[in-house]
């Protein structure tokens, strides 16, 4: 059984190098299958597409952005 490899695309490796920082993997493979749906890109393949340019992701969750309340604020 040979395994079939997928040739990347010079806008496929520019769109994750621009929009790593921002996107999650999983939402980088699901807007590219979006665009090309004859392939089937999983969110590993985006991973290692990542790695392969040194886009590196910081570890753990995200932080919060949402304002959390101290409780040192009156309400009328």
Known sequence: MSKTYKKWTKEEM????????????????????KIDASRQITVGMVRRQRRKLSIAKPRGRRPNSTKVNTGSETTL
């Open 14 to 33: 520019e769109f994750i190098a621009n929009n790593s920082k921002d996107m999650k993997d999983e939402e980088i493979a699901t807007y590219l299958n």
